[in-house]
């Protein structure tokens, strides 16, 4: 036995919605099981693990947080989303693919662009807004 990880036949993808399992979590984290959008390229990282940002329910409020991207109303069928969503950068998360339970849709590349955006913002880096 070599002790590598066993391959797992999950294969997440830049861009697509996954619901996933984020339970336990603490605090303020994200429970529960809900749909979350890959945001990390294949070609980073070497464990069985992708980065994803959570998707919750829009509310208005969040039109003034810079860190929450809306996912226009045109999009959520292909997306497999069934109410006003949105992606919240700010809780953004590495986690293994055991989590990930069953893919739901995907995102465009402008989108993911958007919410990698906001990713970086909420880690200190600068972006320029047209």
């Known amino acids: 036995m070599s002790g590598l990880p066993k391959p797992n036949p999950i294969d997440p993808r830049r861009g697509e919605i996954w619901d996933v399992r984020f339970e336990p979590s603490v605090?303020?984290?994200?429970?529960?099981?809900r749909p979350a959008v890959v945001v990390s390229p294949p070609s980073i990282g070497r464990l069985p693990l992708r980065i994803v940002?959570?998707?919750?329910?829009?509310?208005?409020?969040?039109?003034?947080?810079?860190?929450?991207?809306?996912i226009p109303p045109l999009l959520l069928r292909e997306a497999a989303l069934t109410k006003e969503s949105?992606?919240?950068?700010?809780?953004?998360?590495?986690v293994s693919l055991e989590r990930f339970v069953r893919q739901l849709g995907r995102l465009g590349?402008?989108?993911?662009?958007?919410?990698?955006?906001?990713?970086?913002?909420?880690?200190?880096?600068?972006?320029?807004?047209?």
Do not use: M, N
Request: aromatic share 10%; charged share 25%; with cysteine.
């Open 53 to 70: 940002v959570p998707i919750t329910e829009w509310k208005v409020h969040y039109e003034r947080a810079p860190w929450f991207v809306p």
């Open 27 to 33: 605090g303020a984290e994200q429970k529960k099981t």
């Open 86 to 94: 949105g992606a919240d950068a700010f809780q953004v998360k590495s």
């Open 109 to 130: 590349p402008e989108l993911i662009q958007e919410i990698s955006d906001a990713v970086a913002l909420c880690v200190g880096f600068s972006i320029r807004r047209p």
